[in-house]
């Protein structure tokens, strides 16, 4: 896979349930964080793509699972998942979106590996850990995404990185850490490696 075939992704639907999805086919790889950590943004650079994902200020834009088709095959899917976190929209709202990712997580058997993506600035918090703790239970291949990484100096990037490799170091299940910037590029050709790898 070439970082050009990412290139070829189309949006294919938005989904307010898991069971609103259309059948499995292929391979999908799913994308979550919380809700500031800057998901879209990845998405949009990992396909070349400014408007693909919807980007936005305010945290929980993503309000639905929404689906990318990569490929002309469909033979890989791009899945991406509501925000958690504390994005501007009532407790009930967000119980709702945590049950949908639960589901999906649960129930979707093409599902390859999970994609979660943390700010650089502020990783590991309980939901981060929580997710982990899943994918680990699941023995389920995880791609961890240190996002933002602009922000920072290489130097505290790369400090960032080491301490993230540290707390993950006694998983047992396949995964990989990225330090990633959708603003100057750095680690998306990394994750297409990735997904590559698992898909």
Not at 151 to 169: D, I, Y
Request: charged share 25%.
């Amino acid at each position: 896979m070439t970082y050009s075939y990412f290139q070829s992704a189309k949006f294919t639907g938005s989904y307010p349930t898991c069971k609103d999805m259309p059948g499995e086919k292929g391979s999908e790889i799913a994308f979550c964080g919380r809700s500031n950590c800057g998901k879209s943004s990845v998405l949009n650079a990992l396909t070349n793509n400014k408007k693909l994902a919807k980007t936005s200020k305010t945290p929980g834009r993503t309000q639905a699972i929404n689906v990318f088709e990569i490929g002309l095959e469909g033979d890989l899917n791009i899945i991406d998942l509501p925000g958690y976190g504390y994005a501007k929209v009532s407790k009930k709202m967000r119980a709702t979106w945590g049950q949908e990712i639960e589901q999906y997580l649960t129930t979707r058997k093409c599902l390859k590996a999970l994609c979660i993506i943390m700010d650089i600035r502020h990783p590991f918090k309980d939901d981060d850990m929580n997710l982990i703790g899943w994918c680990e239970k699941k023995n389920l291949p995880m791609i961890l995404l240190l996002n933002k990484s602009d922000k920072l100096s290489r130097n505290k990037a790369s400090q960032a990185l080491h301490n993230a490799q540290k707390t993950l170091s006694k998983l047992s299940i396949e995964h990989y850490i990225i330090t990633t910037s959708a603003i100057d590029k750095t680690g998306i050709p990394s994750i297409v490696e990735k997904i590559e790898g698992l898909k």
